[in-house]
């Protein structure tokens, strides 16, 4: 680090790396005062340098050859925003190698691939910072790992993913299709034209896995995580869920019982007056209950350049400081070898719809198929008659393998005509 000077290799120069140059550039002044020292961005690693970018950079300071960063010894912190697992792993390894501090916001390379990297800074001594990896702009990273470094979590449950918050909000409030609003979002450019990272739960369990590892100091990967996304979820769900005062989200859930940790992505009802009900659109929150701190929720935009850059650029700060008094950060917290529950040992509370016969002792036959699975039933009702007899069932909490038993045998009844939907509900009212 030169007198006063930290200096900047970025690696990618997309949504998020021409945002953050651009906000390096715009608040300069106060960025040199938070980190003690001024930040320049050195050179650019692209993949056509010959694009224009509108960042306060000259078209020299751009090259194709991402290793001549990670090997300049002139360069301090290294930032990655190229995205997917390489070349991005193999260039962080090699700039941790040569002393570089990392700033990322790379989820899907720290949910797969993340032990790698986190054993190579520590071993290095090295900052590996990561906040914009989950939900943008919303600082959580720092938060949960520090700032509650004193208390214990029992449970993160978040709204990670805009683009499936986005489809489910329109579903919601126009009556929409699943189809009908994605095509929305991507005329709006809320979900890519090849949307499935998003809406089946890939991206979110991502997160998941990140928010997991950090919460219960055990490292969880995306591969651990149970992933169900939205592409079945219905008109009439949604219209059900409403009804009964419910709202329907993609939720990535991180629990921890028994010194087991659970993780998971899926659809669920969540009530009306839970704060992650009012979480619209494009919007991430994250609901985090900690044993003193209680309930907390951190809300904001959870993508888009700008949002994110604030966070990359926090990081920058923050290891820039570092830098200049030769120190670092918190570094990896996953001491702690749990145990992760499969999905069927979870326990949760089960919406069910079923179109039935309608017949004497149709009630008792379906109760029955419950009962001897151990799945008991805190309300039912019937709507409709004859053809149309509808009953619903939300369960108590039971365990997910008991209750696909279950639905497995209503499937099979004479007594049951269809099972017209089948949805988790989760978030008791706060
Ligand atoms: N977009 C968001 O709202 C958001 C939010 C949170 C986190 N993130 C994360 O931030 C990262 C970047 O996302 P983004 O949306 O900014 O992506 P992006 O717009 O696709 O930008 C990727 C950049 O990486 C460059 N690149 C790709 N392959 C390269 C290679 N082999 N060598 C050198 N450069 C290469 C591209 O160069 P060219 O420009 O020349 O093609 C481009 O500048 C990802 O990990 C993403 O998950 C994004």
């Not at 470094?149 to 489910?168: F, K, M, P, Q």
């Not at 070898?337 to 009630?363: E, F, K």
Request: hydrophobic share 45%; glycine share 10%.
């Amino acid at each position: 680090m030169s007198e006063g000077t930290i200096r900047i290799g970025m690696l990618g120069c997309g949504t998020v790396g021409a945002a953050t140059l651009r906000l390096l550039h715009e608040h300069a002044d106060d960025i040199a005062m938070r980190a003690g020292c001024r930040a320049e961005v050195a050179r650019v690693a692209v993949r056509d340098p010959g694009k224009d970018r509108g960042v306060p950079l000259p078209r020299e300071a751009f090259t194709t050859d991402a290793a001549s960063i990670v090997d300049d010894p002139e360069i301090d912190v290294v930032c990655e925003v190229i995205g997917g697992i390489e070349p991005a792993k193999e260039l962080l390894l090699r700039a941790l190698a040569n002393g570089k501090s990392i700033v990322t916001a790379n989820k899907e390379l720290l949910a797969t691939e993340g032990k790698e990297l986190f054993d190579a800074a520590d071993a290095a001594g090295l900052d590996l910072l990561f906040e914009a990896s989950v939900a943008g702009g919303v600082p959580l990273i720092r938060p949960l790992k520090e700032s509650l470094a004193g208390d214990r979590i029992d449970r993160v449950i978040g709204i990670v993913n805009g683009t499936t918050n986005y489809v489910l909000t329109r579903m919601s409030e126009q009556g929409w299709s699943f189809e009908e609003a994605l095509r929305e979002a991507q005329r709006l450019g809320f979900a890519e034209a090849d949307p499935t990272a998003d809406v089946e739960g890939f991206d979110a369990a991502a997160k998941c896995a990140i928010l997991a590892s950090i919460a219960f100091n055990s490292r969880v990967v995306a591969g651990d995580v149970y992933r169900e996304g939205i592409t079945r979820v219905t008109a009439l769900d949604i219209a059900d869920a409403r009804r009964m005062g419910y709202v329907v989200k993609l939720l990535a859930i991180a629990e921890l019982e028994d010194e087991e940790i659970s993780a998971r992505v899926h659809p669920a009802m969540i009530p009306q007056a839970h704060p992650l009900a009012a979480v619209r659109d494009a919007s991430n929150a994250v609901f985090v209950e900690g044993q003193k701190v209680g309930q907390l929720m951190f809300y904001g935009p959870g993508a888009g350049g700008d949002p994110t850059a604030t966070a990359v650029v926090g990081d920058l700060v923050t290891a820039a400081r570092n830098r200049s008094i030769g120190g670092r950060s918190m570094g990896c917290t996953c001491v702690l070898d749990r145990r992760i529950r499969s999905m069927d040992d979870t326990r949760g509370q089960y919406y069910l719809n079923l179109h039935v016969a309608d017949r004497p002792g149709v009630l008792a036959e379906i109760a029955g198929d419950f009962g001897h699975n151990g799945v008991s039933i805190e309300r039912v009702w019937q709507e409709g008659s004859g053809d149309e007899a509808t009953l619903v069932f939300i369960t108590h909490r039971a365990q997910e393998g008991a209750l696909q038993k279950t639905l497995q045998e209503l499937r099979e009844s004479p007594a049951v005509r269809a099972v017209a939907s089948v949805l988790r509900v989760e978030g008791e009212e706060p």
